[in-house]
């Protein structure tokens, strides 16, 4: 079956402007996280949903940073007024969730920002 | 709060020599464990997780770890490594399934 696919899988974008990236989990997991990953360094978790939950946004870095989660599918990541410093590959995985015997998490290929 | 940290950022090998990758975590309470590799231009795959019992665990392509609990470790071995386990390696933790935490990499070379 399908992976986790995101889109697009790269972006270059002008200091300043908004972004969006995408992400469509795989059919019928519930979980779904967002990670970055900067050069040489490891993921930093930014956001986590779970069903029709409250998302976990503990991990944003700043309000420029929003993620919603349509009809328990696909997200979209948002990143406003885009800074240098956002430049990194951006990770999106799901998981079964709750009620499984482990909700292993399964990565996208990701999304390569670039903001110049 | 947790953190994972991996000491070692490369770590070349030759062909057919043991490897041993380290991670420590810290976190007060009780973690789950796992190790990701990420093949080149690929996206992160499990490798092998910790979850509760055997401190042992087996994973893919003979690669195994042992938790360590008075440590707070859970370093990655292989026996003998190939050239096709060239790749960067995440170890996580999580308690809660909600939140992971990822340490930087370690990224393995093998030379021929």
């Known amino acids: 079956g399908a992976g986790v696919s995101q889109s697009p899988s790269n972006k270059v974008t002008e200091k300043g402007k908004d972004v969006e990236l995408r992400c469509d989990p795989i059919s019928g997991h519930t979980a779904l996280y967002w990670y970055r990953q900067s050069l040489g360094q490891g993921l930093e978790f930014l956001i986590y949903f779970q069903g029709n939950s409250a998302?976990?946004?503990?991990?944003?870095?700043?309000?420029?940073?929003?993620?919603?989660?349509?009809?328990?599918?696909?997200?979209?990541?948002?990143?406003?007024?885009?800074q240098q410093e956002d430049s990194a590959v951006y990770l999106c995985?799901?998981?079964l969730g709750p009620g499984s015997s482990y909700n292993e998490q399964f990565f996208g290929p990701g999304t390569r920002l670039t903001v110049l | 709060a947790q953190s994972v940290t991996q000491l070692d950022s490369q770590v070349p090998v030759f062909e057919e020599a043991p490897v041993e990758l380290r991670c420590n975590y810290s976190?007060?309470?009780?973690?789950?464990?796992?190790?990701?590799?990420?093949?080149?231009?690929?996206?992160?795959?499990?490798?092998?997780k910790y979850l509760s019992g055997s401190t042992l665990v087996k994973g893919i392509n003979g690669f195994e770890a042992e938790f360590n609990k008075s440590q707070t470790s859970f370093h990655l071995r292989?026996?003998?490594?190939?050239?096709?386990?060239?790749?960067e390696y995440f170890c996580a933790v999580t308690n809660n399934f909600n939140k992971f935490y990822f340490g930087s990499g370690t990224k393995l070379n093998v030379k021929p």
């Open chain 2, 27 to 48: 976190s007060s309470v009780s973690v789950y464990l796992f190790w990701y590799v990420q093949y080149p231009n690929q996206g992160l795959q499990l490798l092998l």
């Open chain 1, 93 to 95: 995985a799901s998981s």
């Open chain 2, 78 to 87: 292989k026996p003998s490594v190939h050239i096709s386990d060239t790749a």
């Open chain 1, 55 to 82: 998302p976990d946004k503990s991990g944003l870095p700043s309000d420029r940073f929003s993620a919603e989660r349509t009809g328990g599918s696909v997200s979209t990541l948002t990143i406003q007024r885009t």
